[in-house]
């Protein structure tokens, strides 16, 4: 699989298989993470994966009832800490990005979560004050194919030089 394959076959996968997700891949997705570019190589980032049913299963209801969260086999709750520099949310963005296209490859399946209460999250993995939840990423082995969604045409979002 290309890098491009990856990015063009990569979809967003709301039901898994009630399986734990192999190790080996899920340290892999781990790594693309840690070698993510980021602002100034700073890496003010921290990454608490949840594997644990029963957290899982808590964290469905701080994101406002999505149920697949506690289906897949693990979660990845991607932090900045330091929430005060002007690129936090970008470099942990990329990082998330780096380990959806990982997980792609790995025959595994995740799907951005922004719709979360921080507060919750943050109560019930017990995270300080300070560090800022950017997003969750569930990860786990598909149970169905994700549905291509419309893309608008390159010339729609594509100007040449200037804005047009």
């Excluded at 921290?46 to 289906?71: H, P, S």
């Excluded at 990845?76 to 330091?82: E, G, Y």
Aim: some cysteine; overall charge positive.
């Amino acid at each position: 699989m290309t890098i491009f394959d990856a990015i063009k076959n990569r979809r967003s996968i709301r039901k898994y298989k009630d399986v734990p997700v192999p190790e080996d891949k899920l340290t892999r997705v781990l790594e693309a993470a840690r070698i993510a570019p980021s602002a100034g190589n700073r890496q003010e980032w921290k990454f608490i994966v949840v594997k644990d049913k029963a957290t899982r299963d808590r964290l469905v209801d701080a994101c406002r009832g999505q149920a697949f969260v506690g289906q897949a086999g693990a979660v990845v709750v991607a932090c900045a800490t330091d929430p005060s520099r002007k690129w936090h949310m970008v470099d942990v963005a990329i990082a998330v990005d780096h380990m959806t296209l990982a997980a792609h490859e790995a025959g595994l399946g995740t799907c951005w979560i922004g719709a979360y209460e921080e507060d919750k999250v943050k109560e019930i993995l017990g995270i300080p004050a300070g560090i800022k939840v950017v997003v969750l990423l569930p990860i786990g082995v598909p149970d169905i194919d994700g549905v291509p969604r419309p893309r608008k045409a390159l010339e729609e979002i594509v100007a040449w030089e200037r804005w047009s």
